[in-house]
């Protein structure tokens, strides 16, 4: 996103818990975002061959690719890899949060969130370039 101009960020929220995705995915659209929603990985992986993101939001315990699974997948791909991944999750152990990390995640936000700093967070991250 080029500096100084207000686009709208395009967010893939992914999370195998529906009401929580939607309620984030709310959140951020009446920040001004345009989002675009999974249920695991592999439907994510999906929405990233046909839309360009700015940036996800992961849940972890998700069915056929876990959140893990999908960060290492996302690092891998050249035109991907430079996205800023967030990982949404209940357990914010240290383990986890290092396990996030060395998948290529660039930060954890425990549940529940605070709708606005969710949206801070994730405008931080996107313009830090943290991916």
């Known amino acids: 996103m080029a500096a100084g101009l207000a686009m709208a960020l395009t967010v893939l929220v992914q999370h195998a818990n529906r009401p929580l995705r939607q309620g984030v995915a709310t959140a951020l659209e009446a920040a001004g975002m345009v989002v675009r929603q999974s249920r695991d990985g592999s439907e994510g992986l999906a929405l990233l061959q046909a839309q ?77 370039g943290g991916g």
């Open 52 to 128: 360009p993101m700015d940036a996800i939001l992961t849940g972890i315990n998700m069915r056929r690719i876990c959140g893990f699974s999908f960060i290492q997948a996302v690092r891998k791909q050249p035109g991907l890899r430079d996205i800023p991944i967030l990982v949404m999750a209940v357990s914010a152990t240290p383990e986890l949060k290092a396990r996030a990390r060395q998948a290529g995640a660039a930060g954890w936000l425990p549940q529940p969130f605070d709708h606005a700093r969710l949206v801070e967070t994730l405008r931080i991250v996107v313009a830090s």
